[in-house]
Nanobody
Framework: VQLVESGGGLVQPGGSLRLSCLASGFTFSSYIMSWYRQAPGKERELVASITSGGGTTNYADSVKGRFTISRDNAKNTVYLQMNSLKPEDTAVYYC?????????WGQGTQVTVSS
């Protein structure tokens, strides 16, 4: 199982970023995918999740209405579109899934929201 995130960077408050996570080593289309984030000095927290077919999504209250999770099963990729970014969104963002009874993580991508 391999998860590779990309798309992070430095953005001004109010800006947008789209994160991508390319998955391999498992049947991507059969698994729920999630994005978590971890800010300095804080615990890792769930940001959003999406069911295997993409029909159901779930968001943390702090990002509802600003972030959108989606997936392309033909490309083995899950996305996180982040709009109206705030300084408190600054964190390392991780793609994750539960395969074979183990939670698998990518290496993370840094998102920094600052003027």
């Amino acid at each position: 199982v391999q998860l590779v995130e990309s798309g992070g960077g430095l953005v001004q408050p109010g800006g947008s970023l789209r994160l991508s996570c390319l998955a391999s080593g498992f049947t991507f289309s059969s698994y729920i995918m999630s994005w978590y984030r971890q800010a300095p000095g804080k615990e890792r927290e769930l940001v959003a999740s999406i069911t295997s077919g993409g029909g159901t999504t779930n968001y943390a209250d702090s990002v509802k209405g600003r972030f959108t999770i989606s997936r392309d099963n033909a490309k083995n990729t899950v996305y996180l579109q982040m709009n109206s970014l705030k300084p408190e969104d600054t964190a390392v963002y991780y793609c994750t899934t539960l395969v074979g009874g183990r939670r698998r993580w990518g290496q993370g991508t840094q998102v920094t929201v600052s003027s």
